[in-house]
């Protein structure tokens, strides 16, 4: 509560600095816009504030007026463009009110002004973004029974004129990828089968579509919302299907653009150091990438067998790289980095790896026979001569072991067991590799490990002593730290056996020329813009990370290329680079109605045909179940950030960048406008709102008969696009309902329920319509009248009697009500084939938060608590502050609209206390 | 916007509103939201639980009393869940059997069952059969379940009959 009551405070306002002569009017319905311009028609500034993108409020949604049935937008629409135009009225739209200080005649308020991500003053709101907008969600507008797209205006007559972007921040799979992949943004292309664009979406963030496609570790699935629901989605395998699509129907030349004059040397030609010669070539910079290896890929090439990864698939991801202008000097050793910078270049990127096996240190393990995984690995690779056994072992749980099993496989070996000292829980591999591996006959030996290597008497091994282990309390890398169990030893005889324990940095490596961890070897970099401690000079990936994963480290490139060109041009490397924007949560997306339905199965091919040989394990999918997997996406941040609308826009409107900002205003009154909401009519489940197609309440109602709806004013049923023969309309749902809460009459329900009575048969005049009520409530000028007029001239059936039941008729969709008429005394059972439920309103949400901020009383109905119901209807009890609209107690549109011009002129009566140019 | 109760309309609705569970009477606005949920009402077209209310509200006392329809609630209570303005609509016909039975006013039916269970201990005396007989028997127990015996002797005259037994 930061609003003094003025009773409380000692501060006037002439002390305190004067009074504002400028108001806000806080929500933009009918009554707020009233409010707002009768206060600038008497020459005050006005802040209209509206946390929707548009003002017109609820009134811009109804098709008529009642009693006299005028168009509701005719009437409405003037207004809006007089609000628009007014030269003491500035708009505030999806903004909310973030705190308030202060008294009458001198309050400080702080607005958050939500992104729009569209300029509004640009904006011509032509449409060409929403055309192409590949998005498509329900339209809050149109109460969800019609669709917009995820840049939009709500509807044609939207105030201020311009189209808005419904973006909610972050999604889970692109917060969780280490390269940063616009995740949504691919799916959404390609459920629209636009396959190039979204691989050109994925290649913003890395050039390895295919490749990533089939190694990497999929973070992004692991929190994908889907998950939530049945199963992430398969999106490792999606991107891998872009490239492959790709590769079949053709590429496209990069555009080579090598505008840049500063030289970059890359070391290492692994996924870290392509990815940042990738990225740098991309921004014009000429990139020469070292390594000793023959051919550029690194442990992708040398280390990753070629079932999983063919060959031809990383070739060509790095031929890409080479059209942009990236040049390779392979086979080539850097001694240091000062050769580098003597031979012209102006940063460097270290990205050595980490491809040195690590050793157990066991007894023999020297002996013949025993292999290490990255050495293993490196020449089955290279097709040279390994020699295999029939029984081989790998120790180890990690890719690399389970690689080195089934490469130990498929040169041969008849039985093939991995050691593993921790349980399968903790089995770091890949999910579906272990699946694959066990197919395949693979065995795994857990909580096992190897404590000795037996040898013979000419040096060659024949078996392992191992040792069984339980697991002991969590380590520091909070996996259960495994304990051997005294006297457990066995042996096993072995022809093989294969180290995978591991991988470290080359000890003697150039990395060692800048500041390295003092026990791991590893680079220091600032994990945010890779920099090391020497200027000029950048690393990641596995050099960096120790073994870790081929994304963390194409990622690392990604950021070192941005550090790099930032170093390059004198800027600041690290200003604005964390991330601020919000990640959707969970509870943000909406996954009601969303049917289970499994992840597209991967085709494999079958174990019998893949075993012994190094063709592709996993197949890829069709056109046709990338689609159907694509489609299963839940579309969390609703804008996919494609960007399409920003090439569409030809005005240059469109900033996908826009951040929220918080404007601080001085007003000397505030008036409170801030509506209804409408009754949760799911709260009836005996009405059967939600669970059947053909029962509808009356917003949803209004925006089908009015002419700018869905259905562009054809009254249909929307469950088969019949229309409706007969029609019900029941009374009081959610009002005068004391056990739910709501005992007051909502006031405006009678009529407004009488008027989509009439208006039923103005469209279909042949079409029955019945109004279920309790009492008719037709107090207002000329309602009784209109009442009478429906009843006589327009041959409404009315009914008294509130009904005790909806069930529907399954084969029809029509609906059969039970209700007795309490004229005759009558219980009946009456069919309709469309039920409309004129629901109450209630006091809107977020109220409480602002009456917190304002130290403003609420009615114990949760309404605003006015200062008095007959001499001073629009007072609150906080001095300065008014109230009008339904904000203080439901209000038919014309009492809104007198309770605004009340609140106007009370507020001005403040603001006149103020010096004029102050 | 407060639930005041309306006035009441003749002096047997006080009288049931002064009867515990009877209090929420004058509360009903007539709507026949309980008449159109009651499935009592399905299948007996003269029970009409609005209606009924409706004699209360109305004063006609001696013809509610003297019907059995308060009887017939099965105090499913599906009506007091549907019932908008928060009427317990089985409590007020319990209210009502209360003045009823007071005064003597107890259906026939009603009445032959209480007998039957006052003269032997155990309503469903026909539904003792052969078979049970049998399953008593072969379980061990004893077949005579001694209709009329001395505990619903000493039942009633504990509670019944100035309760002389202790």
């Known amino acids: 509560m930061t609003v003094e009551h003025a009773s409380k405070t000692s501060a006037s306002p002439e002390s305190a600095g004067g009074v504002s002569r400028e108001a806000l009017v806080v929500g933009g319905g009918v009554a707020g816009m009233q409010a707002a311009l009768d206060i600038a028609n008497q020459g005050y500034k006005v802040y209209l504030l509206e946390r929707s993108p548009s003002i017109g409020g609820r009134m811009a949604m109804l098709d008529k007026t009642f009693p006299t049935l005028d168009c509701s937008a005719c009437i409405l629409t003037p207004k809006l463009s007089e609000v628009a135009r007014h030269p003491n009225i500035e708009l505030l739209t999806c903004s909310e009110v973030k705190s308030v200080k202060g008294e009458a005649g001198n309050f400080t308020v702080e607005v958050l002004k939500r992104a729009r991500y569209v300029d509004v003053d640009n904006c011509s709101a032509c449409g060409e973004c929403t055309d192409v907008c590949p998005v498509e969600v329900p339209n809050e507008f149109d109460w969800g029974i019609g669709f917009r797209k995820a840049i939009y205006a709500p509807f044609p007559q939207a105030t201020p004129n311009a189209f808005t972007v419904d973006k909610r921040g972050e999604p889970a799979c692109r917060a969780n990828c280490p390269a940063g992949v616009n995740v949504q943004g691919f799916i959404t292309l390609m459920r629209n089968g636009k396959f190039d664009r979204a691989l050109e979406i994925v290649r913003e963030a890395i050039p390895f579509a295919g490749v990533l496609g089939r190694v990497c570790v999929s973070y992004c699935e692991e929190e994908c919302e889907r998950g939530m629901v049945d199963e992430a989605l398969r999106i490792r395998d999606l991107h891998r299907f872009l490239a492959d699509y790709e590769r079949m129907n053709g590429r496209t030349k990069p555009e080579v653009k090598t505008d840049k004059k500063e030289k970059v040397a890359v070391v290492g030609a692994g996924p870290a150091g392509l990815s940042c010669a990738y990225h740098l070539a991309r921004m014009g910079y000429p990139v020469t990438v070292f390594d000793a290896k023959p051919e550029p890929g690194g442990l992708l090439r040398y280390s990753i067998p070629e079932y999983r990864l063919p060959r031809d698939v990383l070739d060509d991801e790095v031929q890409y790289i080479k059209a942009l202008g990236v040049k390779f000097k392979m086979k080539t050793n850097v001694k240091s980095i000062k050769e580098l910078f003597d031979k012209g270049f102006k940063a460097v990127f270290i990205a050595t790896g980490a491809s040195v096996s690590r050793r157990l240190k066991l007894p023999g393990e020297d002996a013949k026979g025993v292999y290490h995984a990255i050495d293993f690995l490196e020449r089955v690779s290279k097709h040279e001569p390994v020699e295999i056994g029939e029984k081989v072992a790998v120790v180890g749980g990690g890719d690399a072991a389970i690689d080195s099993a089934r490469v130990a496989l498929r040169l041969g070996a008849k039985e093939v067991t991995i050691i593993y000292r921790r349980s399968f829980v903790e089995l770091p591999a890949i999910k579906s590799e272990v699946d694959d591996a066990m197919a395949e006959g693979i065995r795994f030996m857990l909580l096992t490990n190897p404590v000795e290597v037996l040898t013979s008497a000419d040096g060659r091994m024949t078996g392992v002593r191992c040792v069984k282990m339980r697991l002991g309390e969590p380590d520091s890398s909070g996996r259960r730290r495994p304990v051997p169990i005294p006297g457990s030893e066995f042996t096993i005889a072995l022809d093989n056996l294969i180290v995978a324990a591991g991988q470290v940095a080359d000890p003697e490596g150039l990395h060692r020329e800048v500041k390295c961890h003092e026990r791991w070897g590893t680079v220091e970099v600032d994990p945010i813009t890779m920099a090391t401690d020497t200027p000029g000079v950048f690393a990641g990936g596995d050099v960096v990370l120790g073994p870790a994963t081929a994304v963390k480290a194409v990622g690392h490139g990604r950021a070192a290329a941005v550090s790099i060109d930032r170093y390059l041009r004198g800027e600041d490397i690290s200003e604005g680079r964390v991330s601020t924007r919000r990640r959707v949560q969970s509870y943000e997306v909406d996954k009601s109605g969303v049917e289970i339905e499994h992840r597209v199965p991967m085709p494999r091919a079958p174990p019998a045909v893949r075993s012994d040989n190094f063709g592709e394990v996993e197949l890829g999918f069709n056109e046709e179940s990338a689609v159907v997997e694509a489609e299963r996406c839940l579309g969390c941040a609703v804008c996919c950030e494609c960007k399409l609308c920003v090439e569409a826009c030809t005005r240059n409107a469109i900033d996908h960048d826009m951040e929220d900002e918080v404007v601080e205003l001085n007003v000397g009154a505030i008036v409170i406008a801030t509506g209804y909401k409408l009754f949760d009519v799911d709260e009836y489940p005996r009405l059967g709102y939600g669970r059947y197609n053909n029962v509808i309440h009356a917003m949803e109602y209004e925006r089908l008969i009015n002419a700018s709806g869905p259905t562009a004013g054809n009254l249909i049923r929307l469950s088969d696009g019949k229309i409706p023969q007969d029609i019900a309309f029941i009374q009081c749902v959610g009002a005068r309902d004391v056990p739910k809460g709501v005992p007051y009459c909502s006031r405006v329900c009678c009529m407004y329920g009488i008027k989509n009575a009439v208006m039923a048969k103005e469209h279909h005049p042949d079409t029955k319509v019945t109004v279920y009520y309790a009492d008719i409530r037709a107090f207002g000028k000329g309602f009784e009248e209109f009442y009478e007029m429906a009843r006589t001239r327009f041959g409404v059936h009315f009914v008294r009697g509130r009904v005790g039941e909806v069930v529907e008729d399954k084969t029809t969709g029509n609906l059969r009500l039970r209700v007795e008429d309490t004229e005759t005394g009558e219980v009946v059972e009456v069919e309709h084939d469309l039920v409309i439920l004129s629901p109450g309103i209630q006091p809107p949400q977020g109220l409480e938060e602002i009456a917190a901020e304002l130290n403003m009383q609420l009615s114990e109905d949760g309404y605003v608590q006015v200062l008095d119901e007959i001499t001073a209807p629009v007072d609150t009890l906080t001095p300065g502050v008014f109230v009008c609209g339904c904000a203080d107690s439901p209000k038919d549109i014309p009492d809104s609209v007198s309770a605004g011009s009340a609140a106007a002129m009370r507020a001005t009566i403040i603001l006149s206390q103020g010096e004029e140019g102050a | ?166």
């Not at chain 2, 049998?134 to 127990?141: K, N």
Request: charge should be negative.
């Open chain 2, 1 to 166: 916007m407060s639930s005041d109760p309306h006035n009441p309309t003749s002096s047997f609705a006080q009288e049931v509103a002064r009867e515990p569970g009877g209090e929420d009477i004058n509360k009903c606005v007539q709507c026949g939201i309980c008449s159109a949920s009651c499935l009592v009402a399905t299948y007996e077209r003269r029970y009409r639980p609005r209606q009924l209310i409706q004699k209360i509200l109305l004063g006609e006392r001696e013809e509610v009393l003297r019907s059995e329809l308060p009887w017939l609630c099965m105090t499913c209570r599906l009506c007091e869940e549907r019932c908008q303005e928060g009427v317990s609509i089985s409590e007020i016909f319990h209210a009502v059997r209360q003045i009823a039975a007071r005064e003597g006013f107890i259906p026939n039916t009603f009445k032959r069952t209480i007998n039957t269970l006052m003269e032997d201990g155990w309503l469903l005396k026909d539904a003792y059969s052969d078979m049970i007989e049998d399953d008593r028997d072969d379980l061990g127990l004893d077949t005579d379940l001694g209709w009329n015996n001395e505990f619903v002797k000493r039942v009633k005259e504990r509670y019944l009959e100035g309760g002389t037994s202790s």
